[in-house]
């Protein structure tokens, strides 16, 4: 038997590949062993697991259950007794295709490992390992030296290390940190929480067994999805929680001392691991954007407009409309437990350009009953270049503050003296003068109805920005004109961007600009 030490990068689930759809082999001469080949590989959240890069910034890669955006600097893990189970529930050491692995999704030249003395003839059903390595063996110095980078601190209990899953992601408080979730036997403070634990999985999608033929070469494919580690019991990178060990400590990590952290941990490892026919469990989803000025569609003004003008706010003002653009972050799909998933880091529309629909097709499965996002770019976030440089044309000036604008809402409309002139009204974060006026804010919005979203199906929503609103409550009068509390008297119609009270207006006018459907 060859066994080859691997690394092991985030999930790992075995998929028996080649044993899916084979031909009967009852006829097939067994006069030989065959080669059983276990090839891992990482994902979070059914997408290829990536490394984070050592200058990357938020916003990362992956998101989970609990809306926590993360991405991944190290997943390294320890699995044992690697071996086929027959189909009668028979095991012998011919069986075992590892006796300890160590597995790196970022490091190892290969995640793969085999041996090619395995008996040709018998019938397997399951492919079964141990996550870590099993209590009765789980002490200092029991695997070779090979194996000392995994071992778990004496005064946790010592042995080994079943993973390390470590990386950075963003608080609630949006600050950027860092985050460790290492695994193992605590044993402290005269309680014991093992978070080793035996893993069961099928050989085939159909649940029947395969046959090895001798000579041949079985691959098995075990996937690993690492979002799973925290996605069900929901894990909440935010949450502190009594350690009954060393006080309280937070979910994010340090976790080895934490008996809390250890068990949620070990409890969500149900659902970690696949070997066939693993489940993708992404679906897609498809936002359309709507945009009204009361009970009217918007429409462009022509290039060369002329009163009168199509739209009138509670002030009086007669206004066309030229120019809508914004940017949302942070859109996600919420559910009534708590739990939510994100269908895009960032969008931006312009409402006159292009089609006006936000299209994601990386969806995770689930029953969902709300829609979220951030209008603009939440908190420490909304600093110039945090997004790519596609959002470049949004980029708010640095006399104000920086960042990026949350909209630009431009047109012409008629004064009281009943001339003509344009209005410009630009939303940010203005910080100018010792004072702050944050334009951006969560918007939160209930579903007429539940959606189910399974895997493969492409469900929809409508979103409608009623751009009317942004002026009616409380009443915005383009006529007046304020201590913009920077650069003097500004009028209502613009220039807002280096006006305090302008902004603050705009901004409490947001909580009913934005409203959603179900179609039909």
Same mark, same amino acid.
Request: aromatic content about 10%.
């Given at each position: 038997?060859?066994v ?13 590949a ?12 067994f006069?030989?062993p ?29 998101? @989970?259950?609990?809306?926590n ?7 390294? #893990? ?12 028979t ?7 590892? $006796? ?6 970022f ?41 000392d ?6 005064? @946790? ?16 408080s $949006? ?10 036997r605590? !044993?402290?403070?005269? /309680? ?12 085939? #999608?159909? #649940? ?37 060990t ?7 990590? *340090? ?29 897609? +989803? ?8 009361? @009970?009217?569609?918007? /429409? ?25 653009e ?25 409402? +006159? ?38 959002? !470049?044309?949004?980029?708010? *000036? ?16 008629? !004064?009281?003296?009943a ?25 939160n ?11 493969? #199906?492409?469900l929809?929503?409508?979103l409608?920005? !009623? ?9 915005? $009068?383009?006529? /007046? ?5 920077t ?8 220039p ?25």
């Amino acid at each position: 038997m060859s066994v080859q030490r691997v690394q092991l990068g985030s999930l790992i689930l075995l998929a028996l590949a080649a044993g899916c759809g084979s031909d009967p082999v009852s006829e097939t001469p067994f006069a030989g062993p065959g080669t059983v080949r276990v090839n891992i590989s990482f994902e979070s959240g059914g997408i290829p697991l990536e490394r984070l890069g050592p200058s990357a910034t938020a916003p990362f890669d992956y998101f @989970n259950a609990a809306g926590n955006n993360f991405g991944v600097e190290k997943f390294e #893990a320890l699995i044992s007794n690697v071996r086929l189970v027959g189909i009668d529930g028979t095991e012998t050491n011919e069986h075992v295709l590892s $006796d300890a692995f160590y597995a790196n999704a970022f490091e190892n030249s290969t995640n793969s490992f085999e041996n090619d003395e395995v008996p040709s003839g018998t019938k397997f059903q399951n492919l079964v390992f141990h996550w870590g390595i099993e209590e009765a063996n789980n002490t200092p110095n029991f695997l070779d030296t090979s194996f000392d980078g995994m071992e778990w601190p004496d005064i @946790n209990g010592g042995g080994y290390h079943c993973m390390r899953f470590e990386g950075r992601w963003v608080d609630d408080s $949006d600050t950027e940190t860092g985050f460790a979730l290492h695994t193992g036997r605590l !044993d402290r403070e005269g /309680q014991v929480t093992d978070g080793t634990f035996e893993v069961t999985l099928a050989l085939t #999608a159909d #649940a029947t067994n395969y046959t090895l033929i001798a000579n041949e070469t079985r691959e098995i494919n075990l996937t690993i999805d690492v979002q799973k580690w925290m996605d069900g019991p929901l894990y909440d990178m935010n949450v502190v929680l009594d350690s009954e060990t060393v006080g309280d400590l937070p979910l994010s990590g *340090p976790v080895m001392p934490s008996h809390p952290a250890q068990q949620l941990l070990k409890d969500n490892g149900v659902n970690v691991f696949c070997t066939v026919d693993c489940p993708e469990d992404l679906g897609g +989803f498809r936002l359309d954007l709507n945009y009204m000025v009361g @009970n009217e569609v918007l /429409q462009p003004l022509p290039p060369v407009p002329t009163p009168p003008f199509p739209y009138t706010n509670l002030a009086g003002n007669e206004f066309g409309v030229s120019r809508f653009e914004y940017i949302m972050t942070d859109v996600r799909l919420t559910s009534d437990d708590g739990t939510s998933t994100v269908v895009a880091p960032a969008f931006y529309s312009d409402a +006159f350009v292009g089609e006006q629909v936000l299209d994601a097709q990386d969806v995770a499965v689930g029953v969902y009953t709300g829609l979220s996002f951030q209008w603009g770019v939440r908190g420490s976030n909304n600093v110039s270049n945090f997004l790519s440089m596609d959002y !470049d044309g949004m980029l708010w *000036p640095d006399v104000n503050g920086g960042g990026y604008h949350c909209m630009r809402f431009e047109g012409r409309w008629i !004064d009281d003296q009943a001339a003509e002139g344009g209005f410009a009204l630009h939303t940010g974060r203005l910080d100018r003068a010792g004072t702050v006026t944050n334009g951006s804010f969560e918007v939160n919005l209930v579903l007429p109805s539940a959606i189910t979203i399974t895997d493969g #199906a492409t469900l929809g929503a409508v979103l409608t920005i !009623d751009l009317l609103n942004w002026m009616n409550d409380p009443l915005y $009068d383009f006529n /007046q004109v304020l201590d913009s509390g920077t650069v003097g008297d500004l009028p209502l119609s613009g220039p807002v961007m280096p006006s305090h009270p302008a902004q603050q207006l705009l901004l409490d006018n947001g909580d009913d600009v934005f409203s959603v459907d179900i179609p039909e």
